[in-house]
């Protein structure tokens, strides 16, 4: 059973920063990893999707990377805003006849004026 | 601005109640699926369809009752809920299920509370 984990559960920083989220993944057969963010009381929003033969994703101020032999995947934000903080979610869809996808519990995000 | 919607955004209901929740599409996509967030717990999904027929149903109880009537609407039917599926019920699609670019759209989700 593939299971996501985020890391760390919560972070604080202040304006400006660059910073790292992490995601790992117990299993390595997947077909795609997302990164998407969610606002309070809000759905959630697609930031990047990097396809399993690819390396990394960028978007503006965002970049993804998917080591997938090793399970893992981080998301660069640089020079953070006050308009970042909200909860990251990492979503992996895997390559078997379950095609939807699996979550992380996120990791929320404050960053500080 | 999404292009899944969601009603009602808020709703309560006692245990013996009967609801329904609405989702509904405008991105011609063929998939949709029903998604479930508690507190501290990571998404879960409920269940998938695609060309209105349901692909995926992850052991959800059945006082949960899905239905895809078209390729643009789908309607989680609840009955005698208890309190623990009080949670943010989400709604996505997507354009193609097979694909491997396949990304999903969510809706703004109901929070449903049982009292």
């Known amino acids: 059973k593939q299971e996501v984990t985020q890391i760390p559960a919560a972070l604080s920083v202040p304006e400006g920063e660059n910073l790292v989220l992490n995601c790992s993944f117990t299993d390595s057969a997947i077909y795609n990893l997302q990164w998407f963010r969610q606002d309070p009381g809000k759905g959630l929003t697609s930031l990047l999707l990097i396809q399993s033969s690819q390396r990394e994703q960028t978007s503006g101020r965002l970049n993804a990377s998917l080591d997938k032999s090793s399970g893992r995947s981080t998301l660069y934000i640089a020079a953070s805003q006050p308009g970042d903080s909200a909860t990251y979610l990492c979503?992996?869809?895997?390559?078997?006849?379950?095609?939807?996808?699996?979550f992380g519990s996120g990791t929320r995000l404050q960053v500080q004026p | 601005e999404t292009g899944v919607t969601q009603t009602p955004r808020h709703l309560v209901m006692g245990m013996t109640n009967k609801k329904s929740l609405k989702c509904e599409q405008h991105l011609g996509h063929n998939a949709m699926y029903w998604y479930k967030q508690s507190a501290k717990k990571p998404l879960e999904l409920m269940f998938v369809?695609?060309?209105?027929?349901?692909?995926e149903n992850n052991s959800v109880p059945s006082r949960f009752s899905p239905e895809c009537p078209n390729s643009s609407h789908l309607f989680l039917h609840l009955h005698t809920l208890q309190p623990e599926d009080s949670a943010l019920y989400l709604c996505?699609?997507?354009?193609?299920?097979?694909?491997?670019?396949?990304?999903?759209?969510f809706g703004p989700g109901t929070r449903l509370t049982v009292l």
């Open positions: 979503a992996v869809r895997v390559d078997t006849g379950r095609r939807a996808l699996t």
């Open positions: 996505a699609s997507s354009q193609d299920l097979g694909s491997i670019t396949d990304t999903q759209y």
């Open positions: 369809y695609s060309l209105e027929e349901r692909v």
